[in-house]
């Protein structure tokens, strides 16, 4: 169909990143996008070939496939496509054809490339490479938005200086914010109730407006942290109420700050270390969603932002070992005490249960067992008092399944390769992910290293364990946009942990069971098997680019749900997503889709 300047100029200026470009950047472009019309079925490219451009749908639906034909993804109008191609080696790595009667525009590449160079808002969007974050949260790096309190008390300007000082104190805080409506009037503090009611033996019965600091100081929720602090110093006081649009939203106070100076892993670290109950040591654990929201709002990358958090459950767990020796005395055979799930691979987030296991020595006797019955339970119970909930398929070293001598584990783990049945590919993912906690690590390092070369070179256990990885897929929609959850309470919202991490978690189990490799943190996973050339380098940093983008996307998630006072899950919904944000999480969907595609169809696959 042809299509008139007007046309695509009136098209591109309703798509990202087009529509941020500067004035005049479309009206330059525009001539150079040459429309294509396609018919239905019919190819636009196919895997391997040179491709022509940039495609952007203008109408009609056009099907993705990768280089193992299998479908990726249906894209609609506004979507892009051909830009992984190009930012390569403008060799196409899927293919596509037309699902229906479709047009799409083609900017050549040399427009492309020079696009993407001259405009950030084109450079940002299509080029999906990762960008170095720093690793320490400070005030001068942390948007207020992060460290205010959300929701202030407040109260209006008639209520009586009594009723206000009791409000204070049931609410354990130091001033209220006054208001009329949603807009700030003034601020009442316990120095004002202090230092006119008290001090001037003024009536109890007083109104607020009549002791009030009328018209505060104010910031905006964009403001950093030091703007808060240099405020607080400028104008000596201790509150600062944050104030959007006219309405107030937040306010920071000196304790705020002080917390979050305060807060930082190695400081619970230490308290958790220096802990004489599991009570104590819960009340430390309590500060991890603020600990999360500090990392997160600081930069720091998702895996370190993790494996900070995991240190503090390791710590916990140590500390617990050793109140639990305390109490019952001299253990009576040596043990490890390890870690599988997310606290094994050092992946905890603020949602997580415990997964956890004890290996005993071979000296142990079956009259030992009760010691290590009661050091279980102990433990257990002391991680769920600090926030770690009792795993709901008691996978814990309290089932006396999973706290065996070694020799019972090497049988276990002899079955599970020889016999890989649904129960030994779900028990042999889990177990794959063990990680020494506590205890003598000795007794782990001849069970790794033998069970990875035995069950790498069993390729029907591989193919049985590559199926089972493949269980878990993306939520990639047959149509343009997600899949979400079709009913209950998380309707019409992304399961950003089954559907999204577990996915990548699998394909790195694979990739490290392969390669004999070591290492249990899914990351680390992902750069050995690089390194050992099971995974080639352009797949290696498609998927760690996917992996960061959904795990951090996670995390954030997570962040603004502490942030608003609730508490952290794993349920996103879209919505809550820009154009641009949901662009590229859909395209971090398709790498992990093709990925798992390719491994289906590679070496030890079951048909």
């Given at each position: 169909?042809?299509?008139?300047?007007?046309?695509?100029?009136?098209?591109?200026?309703?798509?990202?990143?087009?529509?941020?470009?500067?004035?005049?950047?479309?009206?330059?472009?525009?001539p150079l996008?040459e429309p294509?019309?396609?018919e239905?079925?019919?190819?636009?490219?196919?895997?391997?070939?040179?491709?022509?451009?940039?495609?952007l749908?203008?109408?009609?639906?056009i099907?993705i496939?990768?280089?193992?034909?299998?479908v990726?993804?249906?894209?609609?109008?506004r979507?892009?496509?051909?830009?992984?191609?190009?930012l390569?080696?403008?060799?196409?790595?899927t293919?596509?054809?037309?699902?229906e009667?479709?047009?799409?525009?083609?900017?050549?590449?040399?427009?492309?490339?020079?696009?993407?160079?001259?405009?950030?808002?084109?450079?940002?969007?299509?080029?999906?490479?990762?960008i170095?974050?720093?690793?320490?949260?400070?005030?001068?790096?942390?948007l207020?938005?992060?460290?205010?309190?959300?929701?202030?008390?407040?109260?209006?300007?008639e209520t009586?200086?009594?009723?206000?000082?009791?409000?204070?104190?049931?609410?354990?805080?130091?001033?209220?914010?006054?208001?009329e409506?949603?807009?700030?009037?003034?601020?009442?503090?316990?120095?004002?109730?202090?230092?006119?009611?008290l001090?001037?033996?003024?009536?109890?019965?007083?109104p607020?407006r009549?002791?009030m600091t009328?018209?505060?100081?104010?910031?905006?929720?964009?403001?950093?942290g030091?703007?808060?602090?240099?405020?607080?110093?400028?104008?000596?006081?201790?509150?600062?109420?944050?104030?959007e649009g006219?309405?107030?939203?937040?306010?920071v106070?000196?304790?705020d700050?002080?917390?979050?100076q305060?807060?930082?892993s190695?400081?619970?670290?230490?308290?958790?270390?220096?802990?004489?109950?599991p009570?104590?040591?819960?009340?430390v654990?309590?500060r991890i969603?603020?600990?999360?929201?500090?990392?997160?709002?600081?930069?720091?990358?998702?895996?370190?932002?993790?494996?900070?958090?995991?240190?503090?459950?390791?710590?916990?767990?140590?500390?617990?070992?050793?109140?639990?020796?305390?109490?019952?005395?001299?253990p009576?055979?040596?043990?490890?005490?390890?870690?599988?799930?997310?606290?094994?691979?050092?992946?905890?987030?603020?949602v997580?249960?415990?997964?956890?296991?004890?290996?005993?020595?071979?000296?142990?006797?079956d009259?030992?067992?009760p010691?290590?019955?009661a050091?279980?339970?102990?433990v257990?119970?002391?991680?769920?008092?600090?926030?770690y909930?009792?795993?709901?398929?008691?996978?814990?070293?309290?089932?006396?399944?999973?706290?065996?001598?070694?020799?019972?584990w090497?049988?276990?783990f002899?079955?599970?390769?020889?016999?890989?049945?649904?129960?030994?590919q779900?028990l042999?993912?889990?177990?794959?992910?063990?990680?020494?906690i506590?205890?003598?690590?000795?007794?782990?390092?001849?069970?790794?290293?033998?069970?990875?070369?035995?069950?790498?070179?069993?390729?029907?256990?591989?193919?049985?364990?590559?199926s089972?990885?493949?269980?878990?897929?993306?939520?990639?929609?047959?149509?343009?946009?997600?899949?979400?959850?079709?009913?209950?309470?998380?309707?019409n919202?992304?399961?950003?942990?089954?559907n999204g991490?577990?996915?990548i978690?699998?394909?790195?189990?694979?990739?490290?069971l392969?390669?004999?490799?070591?290492?249990v943190?899914?990351r680390?996973r992902?750069?050995?098997?690089?390194?050992?050339?099971?995974?080639?380098?352009?797949?290696?940093?498609?998927?760690?680019d996917?992996y960061?983008?959904?795990?951090e996307t996670?995390?954030?998630h997570?962040?603004?749900?502490?942030?608003?006072?609730?508490?952290?899950?794993?349920?996103?919904?879209?919505?809550e997503?820009?154009?641009?944000?949901?662009?590229?999480?859909?395209?971090?969907?398709?790498?992990?889709?093709?990925?798992?595609?390719a491994?289906g169809?590679?070496?030890?696959?079951?048909?």
């Amino acid at each position: 169909m042809p299509l008139t300047q007007d046309q695509v100029i009136r098209f591109l200026k309703s798509v990202h990143p087009y529509d941020a470009l500067p004035e005049g950047a479309v009206e330059t472009l525009a001539p150079l996008f040459e429309p294509w019309e396609i018919e239905q079925d019919f190819s636009v490219y196919d895997y391997g070939e040179k491709l022509p451009g940039l495609f952007l749908v203008y109408e009609g639906m056009i099907e993705i496939r990768d280089e193992n034909d299998v479908v990726v993804s249906h894209l609609g109008i506004r979507n892009s496509f051909g830009e992984r191609g190009l930012l390569r080696d403008g060799v196409a790595v899927t293919s596509a054809r037309a699902d229906e009667h479709s047009v799409v525009l083609v900017l050549p590449p040399i427009a492309f490339y020079k696009l993407i160079e001259e405009h950030a808002p084109a450079k940002k969007f299509f080029d999906r490479t990762r960008i170095e974050k720093p690793r320490e949260a400070s005030l001068a790096t942390s948007l207020v938005d992060t460290l205010m309190a959300h929701n202030p008390v407040s109260c209006g300007p008639e209520t009586t200086a009594q009723d206000a000082a009791s409000l204070m104190r049931d609410k354990r805080i130091s001033s209220l914010c006054v208001t009329e409506g949603t807009a700030l009037t003034g601020i009442l503090t316990t120095r004002d109730l202090s230092g006119k009611v008290l001090a001037r033996a003024m009536p109890v019965t007083t109104p607020v407006r009549d002791v009030m600091t009328a018209n505060p100081v104010t910031l905006a929720p964009n403001a950093i942290g030091s703007d808060v602090l240099h405020t607080m110093m400028e104008m000596g006081i201790g509150h600062v109420p944050i104030v959007e649009g006219g309405k107030l939203v937040g306010i920071v106070t000196q304790t705020d700050l002080t917390r979050f100076q305060a807060v930082s892993s190695a400081e619970l670290v230490s308290e958790i270390a220096h802990a004489k109950t599991p009570d104590e040591m819960a009340e430390v654990t309590a500060r991890i969603p603020q600990l999360l929201v500090q990392l997160v709002a600081g930069g720091n990358r998702h895996e370190v932002v993790t494996r900070l958090i995991t240190d503090i459950a390791d710590t916990a767990t140590r500390r617990l070992l050793t109140l639990a020796e305390e109490k019952l005395g001299t253990p009576p055979a040596p043990y490890l005490w390890l870690a599988c799930g997310s606290q094994g691979r050092q992946e905890q987030t603020g949602v997580s249960d415990q997964d956890n296991c004890l290996i005993l020595h071979d000296m142990v006797t079956d009259d030992d067992m009760p010691y290590f019955h009661a050091l279980a339970k102990f433990v257990t119970d002391g991680l769920n008092t600090c926030g770690y909930v009792y795993c709901p398929g008691d996978m814990m070293a309290t089932n006396p399944r999973w706290c065996q001598p070694m020799r019972v584990w090497k049988e276990y783990f002899s079955g599970w390769i020889n016999t890989p049945d649904p129960e030994a590919q779900m028990l042999a993912s889990v177990m794959f992910d063990l990680r020494p906690i506590g205890g003598h690590k000795h007794l782990f390092e001849d069970l790794q290293e033998g069970t990875l070369k035995r069950a790498s070179e069993n390729s029907i256990f591989v193919a049985h364990m590559i199926s089972n990885s493949l269980k878990h897929q993306p939520p990639l929609g047959l149509l343009r946009g997600f899949a979400t959850i079709r009913s209950g309470e998380h309707k019409n919202q992304l399961d950003m942990k089954h559907n999204g991490v577990v996915p990548i978690v699998d394909l790195a189990r694979i990739y490290a069971l392969q390669g004999q490799l070591t290492a249990v943190n899914t990351r680390a996973r992902l750069e050995a098997a690089e390194a050992a050339g099971v995974l080639s380098k352009s797949g290696a940093r498609d998927l760690l680019d996917a992996y960061d983008l959904i795990a951090e996307t996670r995390l954030l998630h997570q962040a603004n749900l502490v942030k608003d006072g609730k508490a952290p899950d794993n349920y996103l919904l879209p919505a809550e997503l820009s154009d641009f944000e949901r662009s590229h999480l859909r395209d971090a969907f398709v790498v992990v889709k093709t990925l798992q595609s390719a491994i289906g169809h590679g070496r030890g696959m079951l048909s």
